[in-house]
Antibody
């Protein structure tokens, strides 16, 4: 059974950079896409972006150039960086595995990040 | 982007009842829709993909139907473990988008 676990600071100051890591266990990262998704009370679930094991990346245009996702297959991890954060970036952040067509079959439990 | 609208926002039901949740897309998404179940303290669970295909291990009481802009998740006989938040997600076009969720409670 594939398991995902998010980790990173729970509190980030405004204008700073949010950095999270997702550790994947129970399966290979090959041949899958890997997503970051966030959930805030005001906006519901928002897909942030994904990365493919081969290196292809796709971001939600709503986040512009603030977001970047990277992959570390040697450690079975992928990471999220979101720059210039504001209170609007306060949310529970989830990582998830993407079946190639675009739905998510395994999720992490989520980690709350507060910008304050 | 495609806007996904779920209704109702909250549904109060009793165990054993039949439940129908709606997901409406702002433009046609064919059958490129997934349904998920979310419970506190647990990871989100994929229930349905391709609008009507149950994911591995999902009980037969869960069924998905519809295509285009009107899609539905039905729970034929609600069990106590089904009280949760359900949300839909389209994967017809990028960016991927989710509905606001329907909370099913007692």
């Amino acid at each position: 059974q594939v398991q995902l676990q998010e980790s990173g600071p729970g509190l980030v100051q405004p204008s700073e950079t949010l950095s999270l890591t997702c550790s994947v266990s129970g399966g290979s990262m090959r041949n899958y896409y890997w997503s970051w998704i966030r959930q805030s009370p005001g906006k519901g679930l928002e897909w942030i972006g994904y990365i493919y094991f081969g290196g292809a990346i796709n971001y939600n245009p709503s986040l512009g150039s603030r977001v970047s996702i990277s992959l570390d297959m040697s450690n079975n991890q992928f990471s999220l960086r979101l720059t210039s954060v504001t209170a609007a970036d306060t949310a529970i952040y989830y990582c998830a595995r993407v079946v190639v067509v675009g739905y998510h079959d395994f999720w992490g439990q989520g980690t709350l990040v507060t910008v304050s | 982007e495609i806007v996904m609208t779920q209704s109702p926002a909250t549904l109060s039901v009793s165990p054993g009842e039949r439940v129908t949740l709606s997901c409406r897309a702002s433009q046609s998404i064919g059958t490129n829709l997934a349904w998920y179940q979310q419970k506190p303290g647990q990871t989100s669970r994929l229930l349905i993909y391709g609008a009507s295909t149950r994911a591995t291990g999902v009980p037969a009481r869960f069924s998905g139907s519809g295509s285009g802009t009107e899609l539905t998740l039905t729970i034929s006989s609600l069990q106590s473990e089904d009280f949760a938040v359900y949300f839909c997600q389209q994967y017809h076009k990028w960016p991927l988008t989710f509905g606001g969720g329907t909370k099913v409670d007692i």
